[in-house]
């Protein structure tokens, strides 16, 4: 695999080539080969993706056909519209006085 760094900059040709390794699969490679792990294992860890995968399937196809409704989209924090500040809906205080 070969990454160019252009004008001396590493730290981009770092991110560049951790993306390519990142779609080729190979960190997700080496976490799998981190461990034997047994045929037996393997299989059912193999049955249980494709069941998973399976499931997901469904629940996007029933949600596109309005059998479902569709997921409530997930409020991150700093993201725009997002509520400022940890306890947002609290009040500040917990209304005790400790003086």
């Not at 004008?7 to 080539?17: K, P, T």
């Not at 196809?61 to 500040?85: D, F, I, N, T, V």
Request: net charge positive; glycine share 8%.
């Amino acid at each position: 695999m070969k990454v160019d760094v252009r004008d001396n900059n590493v730290d981009q040709a770092l991110r560049a080539l951790k993306k390519k390794l990142q779609r080729e699969g190979v960190f997700r490679e080496m976490k799998a080969r981190r461990a034997y792990e047994k045929p037996s294992e393997r299989r059912v860890r193999e049955k249980q993706d494709a069941i998973r995968r399976a499931r997901k399937a469904a629940r996007k196809q029933a949600q596109r056909e309005g059998l479902l409704p569709a997921p409530k989209p997930k409020l991150r924090p700093g993201a725009p519209g997002a509520a400022a500040g940890a306890g947002a809906g609290r009040p500040a205080s917990s209304g005790f006085s400790r003086d």
